[in-house]
């Protein structure tokens, strides 16, 4: 079916209560394998390809967004394309001959100040062309090339009466929140502050969203949804199923070449991963 907008699935999502996934894609085969996911749950889905996933790609933009892109109007699941933590403004301004209906622009490492002028300039570019635009207050943490950062450390987590102000000067559509996750866990032990979660719900007036939710228990995403939570990011999930299946292949098969015998385990591991979470969000 035709791509169809982040905006329109998240505020669904947030009218029905319920959350929607936004999944990373790095490869063509995390693009099936979240299409495949979403049609198997009947759920829709978002396919986000981070800023860190085009520098793997050499920079380049246009190849694996058109891939996913592609993979996303062939399937009959409802999924959008999403560019993630941007900080570079080139890349920014390469969402929208590529077809991207939202970007996540990410200017949580520059001071208060900064930070609100860099996103309002970018929401204003971004609403010009109908691009909806989500972005981060507070420290979520767990990024390559980060120090380690400890999601419970006092001054990390977002404060609601400042999430208001930056929402009001921003004019952003959604607002990433620091609330006891982290970025790249690969082990589901994170606690949220659900209470947290609950006063940035009633006191920001759009939908929040959880980044690092690979490393948050079932039943934590289930509770911060109920709390107030409505995009829920999912990568390293998908990475440990990936690369669990290739190593499994790898050790059985110590002679074997056609990178197609492991590749489509491996893609089978993440569409189960991708519509287990999915399951989680009704």
């Given at each position: 079916?035709?791509l169809v907008?982040?905006?329109?699935?998240?505020s669904?999502?947030?009218?029905?209560?319920?959350?929607?996934?936004?999944?990373?894609?790095?490869?063509?085969?995390?693009?099936?394998?979240?299409?495949?996911?979403?049609?198997?749950?009947?759920?829709?889905?978002?396919?986000?390809?981070?800023?860190?996933?085009?520098?793997?790609?050499?920079?380049?933009?246009?190849?694996?967004?058109?891939?996913?892109?592609?993979?996303?109007?062939?399937?009959?699941a409802?999924?959008?394309?999403?560019?993630?933590?941007?900080?570079?403004?080139?890349?920014?301004r390469a969402?929208?001959?590529?077809?991207?209906?939202?970007?996540?622009?990410d200017?949580?490492?520059?001071?208060?100040?900064?930070?609100?002028?860099?996103?309002?300039?970018?929401?204003?570019?971004?609403?010009?062309?109908?691009i909806?635009?989500?972005?981060?207050?507070?420290?979520?943490?767990?990024?390559?090339?980060?120090?380690?950062?400890?999601?419970?450390?006092?001054?990390?987590?977002?404060?609601?009466?400042e999430?208001v102000?930056?929402?009001?000067?921003?004019?952003?559509?959604?607002l990433?929140?620091?609330?006891?996750?982290?970025?790249?866990m690969?082990?589901?032990?994170?606690?949220?502050?659900?209470?947290?979660?609950?006063?940035?719900?009633t006191?920001?007036?759009v939908?929040?969203?959880?980044?690092?939710?690979?490393?948050?228990?079932?039943?934590?995403?289930?509770?911060?949804i109920?709390?107030g939570?409505?995009?829920?990011?999912?990568?390293?999930?998908?990475?440990?199923?990936?690369t669990?299946?290739?190593?499994?292949?790898?050790?059985?098969?110590e002679?074997g070449?056609?990178?197609?015998?492991?590749l489509?385990?491996?893609?089978?591991?993440?569409?189960?991963?991708?519509?287990?979470?999915?399951?989680?969000?009704?």
């Amino acid at each position: 079916m035709p791509l169809v907008s982040t905006g329109e699935l998240v505020s669904g999502a947030r009218a029905a209560g319920h959350g929607v996934a936004a999944f990373n894609v790095i490869t063509l085969e995390h693009a099936e394998a979240v299409a495949l996911g979403a049609e198997r749950a009947g759920a829709p889905a978002i396919l986000q390809i981070s800023e860190n996933a085009v520098k793997f790609h050499g920079g380049r933009l246009s190849a694996i967004a058109a891939a996913t892109a592609a993979v996303a109007r062939a399937s009959s699941a409802p999924l959008s394309l999403h560019l993630d933590h941007v900080t570079d403004p080139e890349l920014l301004r390469a969402a929208h001959p590529e077809g991207f209906s939202s970007v996540m622009f990410d200017a949580s490492k520059l001071s208060y100040g900064a930070n609100v002028k860099a996103t309002a300039d970018a929401v204003r570019w971004g609403h010009e062309r109908g691009i909806w635009i989500e972005a981060e207050l507070g420290e979520v943490g767990g990024k390559e090339g980060e120090a380690p950062l400890d999601a419970h450390a006092p001054g990390v987590r977002t404060d609601p009466a400042e999430a208001v102000a930056y929402v009001a000067e921003t004019g952003v559509d959604a607002l990433a929140v620091a609330v006891g996750s982290s970025h790249a866990m690969t082990e589901r032990t994170a606690s949220l502050d659900h209470e947290l979660i609950a006063a940035l719900a009633t006191a920001v007036p759009v939908p929040l969203v959880l980044h690092g939710s690979s490393g948050v228990p079932d039943d934590e995403i289930r509770q911060a949804i109920t709390s107030g939570m409505v995009k829920i990011n999912i990568g390293t999930a998908l990475n440990t199923a990936f690369t669990g299946e290739v190593r499994a292949h790898l050790s059985a098969d110590e002679t074997g070449v056609d990178p197609r015998k492991y590749l489509a385990p491996a893609r089978e591991a993440m569409a189960g991963t991708v519509a287990g979470f999915l399951g989680l969000l009704k």
